[in-house]
């Protein structure tokens, strides 16, 4: 696997691939690699000729306020993961070349980049946008593998892919759960043995309310309340049910819905979402 540190080397080892006739499969990442990182890194590997993995911890995502200075850094156990899986380039920009002093350009993404966390995170999309559209130019992939994890995140590059005609195909993954059922995150390193027993609630109560939707509750109110409910031991961040591929907010589940909820457990925001699609109404013989 080799190590690649700038934009311009990037560009020309993935240029030099192409020229072979390689497509290149991309999973950009911030580091602190587990299994859901993974699935993305093995799902280029096996699906494109040459996989790219980035790690980069992107200061434009983080307000001042949050967790930028304590994200969690393991690059040799994450280099080594990366390697194993057969990951063929490791692209490592620095903060310093990716913003340089007079940087000023920023992606907006409108639409699906509001609520949810666009709502909490207001800064968010705008560094995640921005920091994909660089790390795109630099590895210039065919595909790029990001997780159902950050659903509305997977929402609002495809839209950024499509909208400044990248021609790049945005593959979501599955989320990838502990045995127990909580989702896969760097920042469930910060949870202590309390903390990640009580963070099981989420993952709970979403899971529960798949179940209900499955057994024909149609009402988001209702469906909200309920993971709510469940996710009283959290202070809730927000519990919204919304269009899964606009992620406007819907009142009733009526067509493929994304169930999202953020919530803080001590002082670790953990956010988790399922995916829903009601079955297409029975054809009624009678009519026609
Ligand atoms: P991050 O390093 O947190 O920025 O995540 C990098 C990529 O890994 C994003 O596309 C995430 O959605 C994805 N990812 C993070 N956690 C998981 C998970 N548990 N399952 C699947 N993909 C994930």
Redesign the pocket.
């Known amino acids: 696997m080799i190590l690649l540190e700038t934009a311009d080397a990037m560009r020309a080892w993935s240029r030099a691939r192409r020229a072979e006739g390689h497509t290149i499969g991309f999973?950009?990442?911030?580091?602190?690699l587990?299994?859901?990182?993974a699935?993305?890194a093995r799902a280029a590997v096996r699906e494109c000729g040459v996989a790219v993995a980035s790690i980069f911890v992107n200061p434009a995502q983080f307000a001042p306020n949050e967790d930028f200075d304590k994200y969690p850094r393991t690059f040799e156990a994450d280099r080594a993961m990366l390697e194993g899986i057969g990951v063929h380039a490791l692209y490592l920009p620095s903060a310093r070349d990716m913003y340089p002093e007079s940087y000023s350009t920023y992606v907006e993404v409108g639409g699906v980049s509001q609520g949810l966390c666009g709502g909490s995170r207001p800064h968010f999309f705008r560094g995640v946008a921005t920091v994909v559209t660089k790390l795109f130019n630099a590895v210039e992939p065919d595909r790029a593998?990001?997780?159902?994890?950050?659903a509305q995140?997977?929402a609002v590059i495809r839209r950024m892919a499509r909208d400044l005609d990248t021609g790049i195909e945005i593959v979501q993954?599955?989320?990838?759960?502990e045995a127990d059922g909580l989702?896969?995150?760097?920042r469930n390193r910060y949870l202590g043995p309390e903390e990640r027993t009580r963070a099981l609630c989420i993952s709970r109560s979403l899971f529960e309310a798949g179940r209900r939707m499955g057994g024909g509750l149609k009402d988001a109110a209702a469906v909200a309340a309920g993971v709510r409910e469940g996710m009283a031991e959290t202070r809730i961040d927000y519990v919204e049910l919304v269009d899964a591929e606009t992620m406007r907010p819907v009142a009733a589940v009526d067509r493929p819905v994304l169930l999202a909820a953020a919530a803080w457990v001590g002082d670790t925001r953990l956010i988790d979402n399922i995916l829903f699609t009601p079955e297409a109404p029975k054809e009624d013989a009678s009519c026609c």
């Open positions: 999973a950009p990442t911030m580091g602190a587990h299994e859901g990182h699935s993305l593998y990001f997780g159902q994890k950050d995140q997977c993954m599955p989320i990838v759960r989702a896969m995150s760097s």
